[in-house]
């Protein structure tokens, strides 16, 4: 399966580190497929407070990025996870 493109709007998008950690289960059970590849990128959107006003430590972005590598290859163990 391939999912392009973001995903939701408004409160509910998930752009941020943080905010992707909320929405990730829900398309990995929307794939309901076997990935051989994941490529994600995400982090951007959360050194512009303009946007979503919040600011992630670059520590706390390090702790979001590993948490949604981990749960990547939780749904997908034989997959390549590439950012």
């Given at each position: 399966?391939?999912?392009?493109?973001?995903?939701?709007?408004?409160?509910?998008?998930?752009?941020?580190?943080?905010?992707?950690?909320?929405?990730?289960?829900?398309?990995?059970?929307?794939?309901?497929?076997?990935?051989?590849?994941?490529?994600?990128?995400?982090g951007l959107?959360?050194?512009?407070?303009?946007?979503?006003?919040?600011?992630?430590?670059?520590?706390?972005?390090?702790?979001?990025?590993?948490?949604?590598?981990?749960?990547?290859?939780?749904?997908?163990?034989?997959?390549?996870?590439?950012?």
């Amino acid at each position: 399966g391939v999912i392009l493109g973001r995903f939701g709007s408004g409160d509910g998008w998930c752009g941020t580190s943080h905010g992707v950690l909320q929405c990730v289960d829900g398309y990995l059970n929307e794939l309901n497929a076997n990935l051989s590849v994941i490529h994600f990128n995400w982090g951007l959107h959360d050194i512009d407070p303009h946007i979503y006003r919040t600011h992630i430590s670059h520590s706390q972005y390090y702790a979001n990025m590993e948490k949604l590598y981990l749960t990547f290859k939780r749904a997908a163990p034989a997959a390549t996870v590439v950012f």
